[in-house]
């Protein structure tokens, strides 16, 4: 798994259990948290991560299935209004453990464009903007070999969002 910084690495390890079953509680990672909640009624499990107590990243279970994955610009931007160089940090190391784990595709990352100076989510050639002014949260499916996501913008509360923007590109 790519990591490089401490906070980055445990965040990955936990990252691990959460998918391999490992019950675990927070664990405070200096300015990175990591979290379950749980949800018995519904046999839901949410993993979050925050940096700088701003999610950055949830992944959501039903069952032991992962059903959803969700890449935040953790609301901390730049001059530029891109996700801070710690949350594009953190976000690769937990892509690429989702990668190797055959839950996305090898090779999704939150990579710059030095050209036009944006912060986007990408498996190769194709990209969405995730940037303060266009997409502060993209959805990812759990599709191996299949990279199926959906930009979302924020209403004005955070917990609310709604579909912007879908697309399918096999990886």
Do not use: W
């Not at 730049?78 to 190797?100: I, K, S, W, Y």
């Not at 036009?116 to 191996?144: E, W």
Request: proline share 4%; aromatic share 10%.
């Amino acid at each position: 798994m790519r990591s490089n910084t401490y906070p980055t690495q445990k965040a990955v390890y936990a990252l691990l259990d959460f998918i391999r079953e490992i019950p675990f509680s927070r664990r405070s990672l200096g300015d990175t948290v990591v979290d379950v909640r749980r949800n018995v009624d519904i046999a839901e499990q949410i993993f979050s991560v925050t940096v700088f107590d701003r999610l950055v990243m949830q992944v959501r279970k039903e069952g032991n299935e992962i059903v959803d994955i969700y890449v935040f610009s953790g609301f901390y931007y730049d001059a530029d209004g891109n996700p801070t160089r710690t949350v594009r940090e953190r976000l690769n190391g937990l892509l690429d453990t989702l990668g190797e784990e055959g839950i996305i595709p090898l090779g999704v990352r939150v990579i710059m464009d030095k050209e036009y100076n944006m912060c986007y989510l990408a498996l190769n050639d194709d990209m969405v903007a995730l940037n303060k002014h266009y997409c502060d949260m993209i959805g990812i499916k759990p599709y191996r070999h299949s990279l199926i996501f959906g930009a979302l913008d924020p209403t004005r509360d955070q917990k609310e969002y709604s579909l912007v923007h879908l697309t399918k590109q096999e990886a």
